[in-house]
């Protein structure tokens, strides 16, 4: 019974001193089986093998071996890492690569407020000329008023033109006719933001005619100077002794 017991206990050592070299044997052979990592250019996939031979003839394959190993590893905290603990077979393994986890602070998107200007409902009118009407050119000058309900927000403004040319800005101007042809023109009153746009406008006709009464006095004068330059020294001053005579004999 004792050699039997004795038999039984050296027989059972060495089978697990025999599996025990094995599996160190296993693992030794495990932890020192190069991995490669196997980038597809084109796609992007990523394979993980033991076998880079197989991806060698390929083109469009980067190849490059990474430190790691199909056995168990223990961390620098002793816990043993379970990633590889699972039997590995020669076949390949294609997964995306783990990379250790990163937090990104991704910036928070400024908000810019910006201040949006209700649109206003501009009532506009010219108040004067308030009609079409003529003016007399050019001892008359075109007096401009506009009207203009609610009151100008700020940035807008009001121009005022005479036949699409600017001649001021504000609500009113007096337009001189000296330089306006006879004829019909167009007054017109505009109100543009702080852009340019044009929120409102209006216009109303005017005519100009010319004075002839005017112009018959200065023809008149016109032909008195041409005649008084003609005359002699003599004569000029006998007139000028004559227009002083008349001037006293109507101061008394």
Known sequence: MALLSKSSFLTGGVKVGLLTMATSLCMTLAQAAPIYKVVDEKTGQVTFTDRPQS?????G????QIAITTGNETN???????????STSSSDVITQPV???????????ATTTATVKAPVNYQLTIAEPSKERAYRRPVQSIDVAVQIKPALQVGDSVRIYLDDKEVAQGLSTSIATVDVLPGAHTVKAVIQSETGQTLEQVAITIYLIQNNT???NKKK???????YQKLSWYQKMKL???QKEVAQSQSQ
């Open 55 to 59: 991806y060698e003839q390929q083109t």
């Open 61 to 64: 394959k980067q190849i490059s």
């Open 76 to 86: 620098g905290s002793g816990v043993a890492n379970t990633a590889g603990s699972s």
């Open 99 to 109: 990379g250790a986890t990163q937090t990104l602070n991704v910036p928070a998107t």
């Open 214 to 216: 005017t112009l018959q």
């Open 221 to 227: 004068l016109a032909q008195q100077l041409l005649a």
């Open 240 to 242: 000028k002794m004559t």
